[in-house]
């Protein structure tokens, strides 16, 4: 239970069309329960962020959400499509789960790391990669082996496929 | 839930029990015990350590008896071969990762989860990887943390939750990664915080500066009864080679329930300071001399000795009112028995000009257990996590069961819970005066202009319509309404108020036995009983402002507990004999006292102290005095024979404790005052010193980690400014 009475007043480092999203997710859940709009709020200030997000950002979110910190942090360290160091802007994740690992996503995996020079879990120098450490099943196994970029799903991948899919990132 | 009893069977014996209660309640009460670590009777349930599983007749699996509501007919077996397959299997995971450091670990001994593991554990563990280890957290002075020994209960995160108000220690992480910490590493200064020392059923959270002193079954354990603030919460002194190594909660739920303050907790680190006084001491040629008793003894009593014989008047006793009623009640007997009538306790307190209006004791007129199931608490002039944290709480748990608490004070605090109004601002009495006005209380004689000439805003309205809805409606005076210039003012316009909107009228005692203070008459007013005193003396603050020659100073350091502590320390290096009774040595008193008594603390002779509902609470002590201090009742008792008073032959504490609760009767307490002063003019010279948290006494003051705390800094500075 925090001092302040009124979530959403004062100045903030969110930006307007943030706090609207967050607005509309507070929206949907019954008055008092704004807790339950955290993950959306992430997610729409990491998407602002460059896909990462700072603990300046966290505190903005809880302080408009009226919630204390360390609620937002939880939520931050728990999920694994938040990101809370600076990290490329374009985030590449191989699924390595038991599907996807029968058809080949290791093998994925290293090429990915030879190719942009960089090991799982590290972004390229020059800040346009990011190259995921462990990705879960992502529910596309008939296409097995799959890899999410930017949030967009690449299926029945071999390396030459994924060679195409990079080099065409700006 | 219905009142209809339904009834259940454990183990083969029938039990009655509420519908829908957890299992695990039932069998606690009905003494059947099953073993957990992440239900806490005091906390919501989160059932994620799975080790109070049992079985369920036609159940498919075993369920956590702290999760399951019981149902008419159920049948549970705790002790089944299913059940304790399933809590076997639970401690063998819950020891996978945990360091089986026991040897070096401060819970040895008194762990919950070694316990069990004697209970439940294997003698050999089947686990051969490698073990995964957590990097430890800096929580501040208080807590010492060992995470690789957590095993995720989450009791201190739903404490945070749940009982302070403010959550600051999280789950990160998740799955093996999962580690219990505050995100950002920073001290969690609450002053509830050592609680999740007791909470932790490991060895991950531990009381710091008790850290490898001693071991729990080489210490004993007295019982204590806090000296620090009004409600006189349970403790237990751990003691060891005649010493207080710790200080941990005495259940008493309709006290402190099972918690206490940090103050409670570790003021034990300022009894033995390097300041304590262990030797009497003596003033001779401007230079002082520790010496032995007799030759102390004899000093301190030919100087009072000489003033009262020449003249009563010109001498004065002053006494903390964290003393024990034993001392305080010897003190009556001296000023009584020399005749002299300048007698107080009331050290910070700034207005006595309606004195005679006072009530038997300050106290509140409901009991601490019911301030939880208020509908409304107004608060004047309190800022209750800083003067009585337990008091915080609970109001903390009104509030979680509806209630309205409105807040009306000059200074401003962080609350941690939920206001229903909220005025900060100074004039006190002029809020309060519009808050009359918006009852229509009646008050009379100067009050009524006060109360007519008041502007009344929304939120007075709104705090007395809230005030006069409630079926259970109190107000409360807090310290610094007690401290204040105009508390005559402030008291009666409260009455009148609080008898307009039909609510209780609650004053929060000062210190631990202001209240004994006042009923055994250490009052320049009043005698036992709150009778009338034949002649009436000097009050604090007049002792001070008009010098006399002589004082008894008894527990207390003029320089740091009085409201106006500059003027008394220059009164007090002018007078001609100044006696102190302290268990500290410091300069100040160096430079205004003749003759220096060590005296035993609180922890070290038995005592009793009369709460703010007017309990008196006796305890036994714990521990040796330290060097040639002695018990105060002792020391009073010696005074008094050697200044040949009549009545001092005691020999023991509880016969003092008899004859003072006989000299007292009984005492009923009416909070109704009508009597407005001299309406606004304290003849304090200043506005009084108010204490913060951590300076608010002797030991406290010397309790390192206290001091170290980050609550300290915004605290009012240690000394009032000349
Ligand atoms: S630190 Fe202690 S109380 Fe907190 S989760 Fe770990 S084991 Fe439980
Ligand atoms: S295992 Fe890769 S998508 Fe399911
Ligand atoms: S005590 Fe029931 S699951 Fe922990």
Known sequence: MSDTTHPGSGESILAAETRAEIDRWVAKFPAGRQRSAVIAALREVQHHNHGYLTDELMNAVAEYLDIPAIQVYEVAAFYSMFETKPVGRCSVSVCTNISCMLCGADELVSHIEKKLGIKTGESTPDGKFFLKREEECLAACVGAPMMMVDHVYHENLTPAKVDEILDAVE | ?722
């Open chain 2, 1 to 722: 839930m219905s009142d209809k009893k339904i009834t259940i069977e454990v183990d083969g014996q029938t039990l009655s029990a509420d519908p829908g209660q957890m299992l695990i309640e039932v069998t606690d009460e009905a003494g059947i015990y099953i073993p957990r670590f992440c239900y806490h009777k005091k906390l919501s349930v989160a059932a994620n350590c799975r080790m109070c599983l049992v079985e369920m007749e036609n159940g498919r699996k075993p369920m956590p008896a702290c999760a399951t509501p019981v149902g008419d007919g159920n049948k549970f077996f705790t002790r089944s071969k299913a059940a304790i397959a399933a809590q076997r299997a639970t401690m063998e995971f819950l020891l996978i990762n945990h360091p089986l450091d026991c040897p070096i670990c401060d819970q040895g001994g008194e762990c919950e989860l070694q316990d069990l593991a004697m209970g439940y554990g294997r003698g050999i563990s089947r686990y051969t990887e490698s073990k995964r280890a957590v990097e430890d957290k800096y929580l501040g002075p208080l807590v010492s943390t060992d995470m690789t020994r957590c095993i995720h209960c989450t009791r201190c995160v739903r404490f945070g939750q749940e009982i302070a108000g403010i959550q600051e220690l999280g789950t990160i992480g998740r799955g093996e990664n999962m580690e219990i910490a505050p995100y950002i590493e920073k001290t969690v200064d609450h002053e509830l915080s050592g609680n999740i020392i007791d909470l932790c059923p490991v060895g991950a959270l531990n009381n710091k500066p008790f850290r490898f002193r001693a071991r729990s079954w080489e210490m004993r354990q007295a019982e204590l009864v806090s000296p620090h603030d009004a409600f006189g919460s349970h403790l237990y002194g751990h003691v060891w080679r005649g010493k207080v190594m710790r200080v941990v909660p005495r259940d008493s739920e309709s006290l402190n329930e099972t918690w206490i303050s940090d103050r409670d907790r570790y003021s034990c680190e300022g009894l033995y300071s390097d300041e304590r006084l262990t030797e009497p001491m003596i003033r001779q040629d401007g230079e002082w001399r520790t010496t032995d008793w007799a030759t102390a003894l004899g000093v301190a009593a030919s100087g009072i000795r000489k003033t009262v014989s020449d003249d009563p008047s010109q001498a004065g006793l002053l006494a903390a009112p964290w003393s024990t009623a034993e001392e305080l009640y010897l003190i009556k007997l001296l000023s009584r028995s020399l005749g002299v009538a300048n007698l107080d306790h009331r050290l910070r307190q700034t207005d006595f000009s309606a004195q005679q209006d006072d009530a038997a004791y300050p106290g509140l007129e409901i009991a601490i257990a019911d301030i939880d199931t208020q509908d409304a608490l107004l608060m004047l002039g309190c800022r209750p996590r800083t003067e009585v944290p337990m008091f915080a709480h609970r109001v903390r748990k009104a509030v979680r069961n509806g209630a309205r608490v409105m807040i009306v004070n000059e200074q401003d605090d962080d609350y941690l819970f939920a206001r229903h109004a909220h005025l900060v601002g100074p004039d006190l009495s002029g809020q309060i005066a519009a808050l009359c006005q918006a009852a229509q209380a009646n008050v009379s004689g100067e009050l009524q202009s006060l109360v007519h000439n008041a502007t009344v805003s929304d939120a007075h309205r709104q705090m007395v319509k809230a005030l006069q809805e409630a079926e259970k409606g109190s107000v409360f005076l807090g310290h610094a309404a007690a401290r204040h210039p105009q508390w005559s003012v402030i008291r009666s316009l409260a009455s009148a108020l609080a008898q307009a909107c039909a609510a209780s009228l609650n004053c929060m005692g000062e210190a631990a036995n202001s209240a004994g203070a006042a009923m055994l008459g250490v009052l320049p007013h009043r005698d036992e009983g709150g009778r009338e005193a034949v002649q009436t003396g000097k009050n604090v603050s007049q002792m001070f402002a008009d010098p006399l020659k002589a004082y008894l100073l008894f527990g207390f350091e003029a320089e740091n507990d009085c409201a106006s502590a500059a003027q008394a320390v220059e009164t007090l290096a002018a007078a001609n004999h100044v006696v102190c009774v302290s268990s500290y040595l410091t300069e100040a008193m160096q430079s205004y006292a003749n003759v220096i008594l060590p005296l035993g603390s609180f922890v070290e002779s038995a005592g009793t102290f009369v709460n703010c509902e007017g309990r008196w609470q006796s305890y036994t002590g714990a521990g040796s005095p330290l060097g040639e201090a002695r018990p105060g009742w002792k020391i009073l008792r010696v005074l008094g024979n050697t200044l040949e008073c009549e009545g001092f032959d005691f020999n023991s504490a509880e016969e003092v404790l008899t004859a003072a609760q006989q000299a007292v009767g009984e005492v009923a307490l009416r909070n109704v005052f009508t009597t407005a002063g001299s309406a606004g003019h304290s003849d304090a010279p200043d506005s009084g010193a108010s204490p913060g948290l951590y300076t608010s006494d002797p030991v406290v003051r010397r309790s390192r980690p206290l001091q170290e705390v980050g609550h300290t800094a915004a605290s009012p500075p240690l000394q009032a400014t000349a």
